[in-house]
């Protein structure tokens, strides 16, 4: 059954059809809809396509005849999987000519997520012992740099389908001489507390040399309970509801702990929480289990839209298009005020913490966001040279 579609889907379907000639490619039972919705949006479609001709439906191998660049294909289907494998095999790239509707964004759609008892949930790999990273370079050499890479979905190398800040990292390494290995374990919306259990279950366990953490907006909003990952919480609930049918006691205090209410002054009002405190204090602890294990670490605080920078147009339009943003459903306006207080307070932090990078600014005159925190594959090789930049210095003065 096909989702609704998601915040900011129609915008960014407006914003496409102005550069685009559009196709819709759906299932039957959507098509007419779909079609409908377009109109109303003044989207105009060229021509719709199916997995076989059908009434107004050309056969997909059709879009055979188009120019990938000029097309922006329109994906309505149950069996998203089968659809790309279908427009990949032509030749088409996921987020770059065509995209789902149920996600109409330049991500992949098909990000290989599990259930992950401790993080709430984790990102899928095969390899024994690796799982949970995708890594870029020879696990195995005995002679390469180890360097693990956590954070949230701007860190995550499975969600767009370009390259990552880690595997620029990696490249721009190789071309420097530099035999590295890159262990990126950053999953989309992971806060700083995930990062720091995934850190101390995984990451030590990988032998790394060099720890780089780049992460602070997902923690713009932290929930009551903030060491334990919203996925999580909704799993946790429903087994509270099942208790009695499972015969089991499960609730917040099953184990004689809560679930972790402390770390942010969750008493204080929205507009004075030091949202930044938090953060600070789970990174302070990733360095110090680094330290403790004899490996250099650097966290760095990222860049966002909203932190104060002078908007381009397409910014403009995006933050104006806005309702809320994330889970507690923050306007634009709250997020802005919050994001920039964060940025100063981080940035004071920075001045007195060797391990702690602000790159909040790095972006401040470029054009390379795709929304709010995710830039374009410009904007991750910008950050892999900063990084580089500042290990560079971290090995100097050691």
């Given at each position: 059954m096909l989702k609704v579609i998601r915040d900011f889907a129609l915008w960014f379907l407006i914003e496409d059809a102005k550069k685009y000639r559009m196709i819709l490619y759906a299932d039957q039972e959507y098509l007419g809809r779909m079609q409908k919705v377009l109109h109303n949006l003044d989207v105009p479609v060229a021509y719709a396509v199916a997995?076989?001709?059908?009434?107004?439906?050309?056969?997909?191998?059709?879009?055979?005849?188009?120019?990938?660049?000029?097309?922006?294909?329109?994906?309505?289907?149950?069996?998203?999987?089968?659809?790309?494998?279908?427009?990949?095999?032509?030749?088409?790239?996921?987020?770059?000519?065509?995209k789902s509707i149920q996600r109409f964004l330049p991500e992949t759609c098909a990000a290989p997520y599990y259930y992950d008892p401790v993080c709430g949930f984790n990102v899928?790999?095969?390899?024994?012992?690796?799982?949970?990273?995708?890594?870029?370079?020879?696990?195995?050499?005995?002679?390469?740099?180890r360097i693990v890479t956590m954070g949230g979905s701007t860190t995550d190398a499975f969600l767009y389908p370009f390259r990552s800040w880690s595997e620029f990292l990696h490249v721009l390494l190789e071309e420097r001489g530099v035999e590295n290995v890159v262990f990126c374990g950053g999953v989309a919306g992971y806060r700083s507390s995930e990062e720091l259990f995934k850190?101390?279950?995984?990451?030590?366990?990988?032998?790394?040399?060099?720890?780089?953490?780049?992460?602070?907006?997902?923690?713009?909003?932290?929930?009551?309970?903030?060491?334990?990952?919203?996925?999580?919480r909704t799993v946790c609930a429903f087994l509270e509801q099942q208790r009695d049918r499972l015969d089991t006691r499960f609730g917040m205090n099953v184990f004689g702990v809560s679930w972790g209410r402390g770390g942010v002054k969750t008493d204080a009002p929205p507009s004075e929480e030091a949202y930044d405190s938090f953060w600070l204090q789970n990174q302070r602890m990733i360095h110090a289990v680094c330290e403790a294990f004899g490996i250099r670490q650097l966290t760095f605080y990222q860049p966002n839209l909203c932190n104060g920078k002078k908007l381009t147009e397409f910014?403009?339009?995006?933050?104006?298009?806005?309702?809320?943003?994330?889970?507690?459903?923050?306007?634009?306006?709250?997020?802005?005020?919050r994001a920039v207080a964060f940025r100063e307070r981080v940035r004071r932090a920075a001045q007195q913490e060797s391990w702690l990078v602000d790159l909040s600014g790095i972006f401040d005159r470029e054009e390379v966001y795709l929304d709010r925190l995710h830039v374009n594959e410009t904007g991750n090789r910008l950050i892999a040279e900063h990084m580089l930049a500042e290990m560079e210095r971290l090995w100097r003065d050691t």
């Amino acid at each position: 059954m096909l989702k609704v579609i998601r915040d900011f889907a129609l915008w960014f379907l407006i914003e496409d059809a102005k550069k685009y000639r559009m196709i819709l490619y759906a299932d039957q039972e959507y098509l007419g809809r779909m079609q409908k919705v377009l109109h109303n949006l003044d989207v105009p479609v060229a021509y719709a396509v199916a997995d076989k001709a059908c009434g107004q439906a050309r056969s997909v191998y059709e879009l055979l005849y188009e120019d990938p660049h000029a097309v922006m294909i329109i994906v309505v289907k149950n069996h998203f999987d089968r659809a790309r494998k279908t427009l990949e095999g032509m030749g088409f790239r996921l987020g770059v000519h065509f995209k789902s509707i149920q996600r109409f964004l330049p991500e992949t759609c098909a990000a290989p997520y599990y259930y992950d008892p401790v993080c709430g949930f984790n990102v899928y790999t095969e390899t024994e012992g690796l799982q949970g990273f995708c890594v870029f370079g020879d696990a195995d050499s005995p002679s390469a740099l180890r360097i693990v890479t956590m954070g949230g979905s701007t860190t995550d190398a499975f969600l767009y389908p370009f390259r990552s800040w880690s595997e620029f990292l990696h490249v721009l390494l190789e071309e420097r001489g530099v035999e590295n290995v890159v262990f990126c374990g950053g999953v989309a919306g992971y806060r700083s507390s995930e990062e720091l259990f995934k850190i101390i279950r995984d990451g030590i366990g990988l032998a790394p040399r060099l720890v780089l953490n780049f992460s602070g907006s997902n923690d713009l909003s932290v929930f009551d309970y903030p060491y334990i990952n919203g996925y999580m919480r909704t799993v946790c609930a429903f087994l509270e509801q099942q208790r009695d049918r499972l015969d089991t006691r499960f609730g917040m205090n099953v184990f004689g702990v809560s679930w972790g209410r402390g770390g942010v002054k969750t008493d204080a009002p929205p507009s004075e929480e030091a949202y930044d405190s938090f953060w600070l204090q789970n990174q302070r602890m990733i360095h110090a289990v680094c330290e403790a294990f004899g490996i250099r670490q650097l966290t760095f605080y990222q860049p966002n839209l909203c932190n104060g920078k002078k908007l381009t147009e397409f910014e403009r339009a995006y933050i104006l298009n806005a309702c809320y943003w994330g889970p507690d459903r923050m306007t634009p306006e709250q997020t802005i005020r919050r994001a920039v207080a964060f940025r100063e307070r981080v940035r004071r932090a920075a001045q007195q913490e060797s391990w702690l990078v602000d790159l909040s600014g790095i972006f401040d005159r470029e054009e390379v966001y795709l929304d709010r925190l995710h830039v374009n594959e410009t904007g991750n090789r910008l950050i892999a040279e900063h990084m580089l930049a500042e290990m560079e210095r971290l090995w100097r003065d050691t």
